[in-house]
């Protein structure tokens, strides 16, 4: 008995033991690399004081004991979130073990450290490994100069992290309207999920297997064993616990959009002490955040992805206390002076002292035989980067000249054999950034074809081919194509505001002078003294900020702009009238 009693506890704690072994192996590793063993000494204190609870942190005192610790992680399955690594190395180059390391762990956030402003050291770093940030030494003290960096790329790295998955699973067809309908709305809200291709993978009949035997796809399975049927935005919603409903009846400052514009005024509106409601159809972001990365934003020299900057400011804005409901439509506006009356599509209605419009705008439809049939099922409108993996060697095409359709190219050649971007003008000199028209020509498997146009899409249950027009030449094309994103125009989301608020002849919403004739004479129904403010429509009260106002440039960061500028002239209309 004696011996009984004295191992039981050494065997209980072995348990422990083994237990807290694996479950700190199985932590995301930060690596910092430095041939300074007392820097190296610092550096892994600081790291380990402010992440250890949440990170393995190891450190390499040489590129060689680097090297062999990422094959080590290679072999284990383990997964990198940081490299923190010295520039000035005698045997290897911060950059040089950058490259390598990054070819093998793509996702992890790269930090260069240094004794000195190499300028030209950090522009290689960033052309070359996509640096996220340049770190000089000493970083004292750590929590102004340091921790603050790396818990920004941390964030952006568990953002889209994806350890042994137990999570929602969508299995459906690869290329259907239905199934990239799910995919998109849960990569919109930053839902992770893991797809199942019921074609290819068996782990779908499993899901399938649990589903009602006349079930639809594509089938949607929660954790917690529950499955639904081909649903609806408002069923995800419903079932992911987002916030649709109000929960007071008015509020200071109601925010209808919430894309750059929306969000940027939320975030200024309630820091600033206002009660604000944000409404979005669908979901934060916008356009602008499916975008795979903006890369002239000022203060990202990496640049960041659209849905990075739509989850930084989503959360800087609730943490000042906006309420965001969404999916939740929009379907009406009504003066009640003072007061401005929001209707819902559920019939609910909020009433506000101001409102901001900035419902941005969403791509023209493609006007060529066969669009409407394969919409969803092979031609998409907008980055739809939810397909990207869908896309793996096969031949992309990109419609459309400005930013939005160069930044895509870019980002579905790192998946794609190839891809083709069609552009109706001579060149894209007169409508893309200088910066992309680079990239576009240093990237070997993007060709342009300009002058040329989207005559016919055609195939059975998905896009197959394509029928393309050159001016030039007259000639007609047919090409196989399986994937086509669209990028051609804009068109606002302002048939709700017709009769409401003036509009120009495409939509667009008027605005400041604007709304000011030849003669001087204001609109009809303004019923103020003074002539409307900047970013103020032709109801008092009421503004717009971003692509949905006539005139505004549409760029990220003006959207930004215009909708911090509109909270400081939505106080100026509270005080002043």
């Known amino acids: 008995m004696a011996q009984t009693g004295s191992t039981a506890p050494a065997t209980t704690a072995g348990h422990a033991s083994a237990a807290a072994e694996r479950s700190e192996n199985r932590k995301p590793v930060i690596l910092a690399v430095d041939d300074d063993p007392q ?44 490299f923190l690594v010295d520039q000035r190395m005698p045997d290897v180059t911060g950059v040089e073990f950058l490259l390598e ?8 956030r790269r930090v260069l450290l240094t004794a000195y402003a190499e300028t030209d050291a950090a522009i290689t770093a960033i052309n070359r490994v996509r640096l996220d940030y340049y770190l000089l030494k000493p970083w ?20 889209t992290y994806r350890p042994a998955y137990d999570g929602i699973i ?33 782990e779908a009949l499993t899901v399938i297997a649990a589903a009602d035997p006349d079930a639809a796809l594509p089938l949607v399975r929660f954790p917690d064993g529950a499955v639904l049927s081909a649903p609806t935005d408002t069923q995800l919603a419903q ?3 987002l916030a649709t409903t109000a929960s007071r009846p008015h509020y200071e400052c109601a925010i209808v959009g919430a894309g750059p514009a929306g969000l940027a005024a939320g ?59 969404h999916p939740v439509e929009v379907v009406s506006l009504t003066r009640d002076d003072p007061a401005k009356i929001l209707t819902l599509a559920d019939g609910t209605e909020i009433s506000a002292e101001t409102v901001l419009l900035a419902t941005g705008v969403s791509y023209n439809r493609l006007e060529a035989p066969g669009a409407d049939r394969f919409e969803g099922a092979g031609l998409y409108y907008g980055a739809a980067t939810t397909e990207s993996s869908a896309c793996i060697s096969q031949h992309v095409f990109i419609v459309g000249g400005a930013n939005s359709a160069g930044q895509a190219a870019v980002h579905f050649a790192k998946y794609a054999a190839r891809v083709t971007i069609l552009v109706r003008a001579a060149s894209l000199d007169a409508s893309m950034s200088r910066y992309l028209i680079d ?4 990237t070997p498997n993007i060709e342009v074809r300009v002058r040329t146009t989207v005559l016919s899409l055609d195939g059975d249950e998905h896009l197959e081919r394509l029928t393309l027009h050159n001016a030039d030449t007259g000639e007609d094309t047919e090409v196989p194509a399986r994937f086509m994103f669209t990028f051609i125009g804009a068109r606002p989301h302002t048939d709700w505001l017709a009769g409401v608020v003036e509009r120009d002849e495409y939509g667009f919403v008027l605005t400041g002078s604007d709304l000011i004739s030849n003669g001087g004479e204001l609109p009809a129904e303004w019923s103020l003294e003074r002539a409307p403010y900047p970013l103020e429509t032709s109801v008092p009260g009421v503004f717009a900020a971003g692509d949905v106002r006539a005139h505004s440039v549409k760029r990220v960061a003006s959207g930004v702009g215009e909708g911090a500028m509109a909270v400081s002239l939505i106080h100026r209309y509270r005080s002043m009238g």
Not at 439 to 442: K, V
Request: no cysteine; charged share 25%.
């Open 39 to 82: 820097v190296l000494r610092a550096v892994r204190r600081d790291l380990r004081s402010a992440y250890g609870d949440r990170y393995r942190v190891l450190g390499a005192s040489s590129a060689a004991d680097a090297f062999k610790i990422l094959d080590s992680l290679d072999e284990r399955g383990h997964d990198p979130a940081l």
């Open 101 to 108: 390391a990054v070819s093998r762990f793509p996702d992890a």
């Open 140 to 159: 004292d003290p750590p929590h102004e100069r340091l921790f603050p960096v790396l818990d920004d790329l941390l964030s952006d790295w568990l953002a």
């Open 170 to 202: 969508v299995a459906g067809h690869l290329v259907s309207p239905g199934t990239h309908a799910v995919r998109d709305f849960f990569t919109r809200n930053g839902q992770p999920f893991r797809f199942l291709n019921v074609e290819r993978d068996p």
């Open 239 to 241: 079932r992911l616990g």
């Open 267 to 325: 975030v200024y509106s309630a820091s600033e002490g206002l009660s604000t409601l944000m409404l979005d159809s669908r979901a934060p972001g916008g356009q602008a955040g499916t975008s795979s990365l903006i890369e002239n934003y000022l203060g990202f020299p990496s640049g960041l992805s659209g849905g990075d900057l739509t989850r930084r400011a989503t959360i800087q804005a609730s943490r000042f206390g906006a309420e965001i409901l």
């Open 439 to 442: 990239e576009i020509a240093r």
